[in-house]
């Protein structure tokens, strides 16, 4: 069972500023790991896949990269719609999601 | 798009069906996956069903007592949920999964708003 950790938990910051966001898989997932945005009563929505490859509709803001056990999602300039939790999630195995980080307002 | 009903208030032990109907996008050509989420908590993989239905797959919190099914001529997916406890409370989202990707399970690009169950005595 491969067990996804992501840090912080919380991270406030200004809108403007660069946002990090780190993932860690138990063991090697290869490049199998993807990131999702999700604001409160909504859906999950997928920002990156593949570690590196934006979905359809992200903006270029957003960056992912990493491979085998460590990942980072970079928001590079935080816009007021970005506040939100983010889960990375691998799919090397059966799929399984890290416990999240929200970005919230410093 | 996808969009889930049949959520609601069930005792432990009850059973429930979930479905999720899908529009936009041709049903029959994509591996569809449930995944839940527990009030204020993470996201949980519960099933999911290949395009054919060749393929069934079950997260070990759910095998043997939840059966995912499809049909494609009505566009639809169902889960049927029996022996439910209160730890299956949960928003319940139907997705479909990414297209070319290599590993053993998805990434998902496009999710249902979700139908909450709940059990309780």
């Known amino acids: 069972e491969i067990v996804m950790t992501q840090s912080p938990a919380t991270l406030s910051v200004s809108p403007g500023e660069r946002a990090t966001l780190s993932c860690g898989a138990s063991?090697?997932?290869?490049?199998?790991l993807a990131w999702y945005q999700q604001k409160p009563g909504q859906s999950p929505r997928l920002l990156i896949y593949?570690?590196?490859t934006r979905a359809t509709g992200v903006p270029d803001r957003f960056s992912g990269s990493g491979s085998g056990t460590e990942f980072t999602l970079t928001i590079s300039s935080l816009q007021s719609e970005d506040f939100a939790v983010y889960y990375c999630?691998?799919?090397?195995?059966?799929?399984?999601f890290g416990p999240g980080t929200k970005v919230d307002v410093k | 798009q996808l969009v889930e009903s049949g959520g609601g208030l069930v005792k432990p032990g009850e059973s429930l069906r979930l479905s999720c109907a899908a529009s936009?996008?041709?049903?029959?050509?994509?591996?569809i996956n449930w995944v839940r989420q527990a009030p204020g908590r993470g996201l949980e993989w519960v099933a999911s069903?290949?395009?054919?239905?060749?393929?069934?797959y079950y997260a070990d919190s759910v095998e043997g007592r939840f059966t995912i099914s499809r049909d494609n001529p009505r566009n639809s997916l169902s889960l049927l949920m029996n022996s439910l406890r209160a730890e299956d409370t949960a928003v319940y989202y139907c997705?479909?999964?990414?297209?070319?990707?290599?590993?053993?399970?998805?990434?998902?690009?496009?999710w249902g708003q979700g139908t909450m169950v709940t059990v309780s005595s």
């Open positions: 936009g996008f041709i049903f029959s050509d994509y591996t």
């Open positions: 997705a479909r999964v990414v297209e070319g990707t290599t590993g053993v399970g998805d990434a998902f690009d496009i």
């Open positions: 593949d570690a590196s």
């Open positions: 069903i290949s395009s054919d239905s060749g393929y069934i």
């Open positions: 063991q090697s997932v290869s490049r199998n």
């Open positions: 999630q691998q799919y090397h195995d059966w799929p399984r």
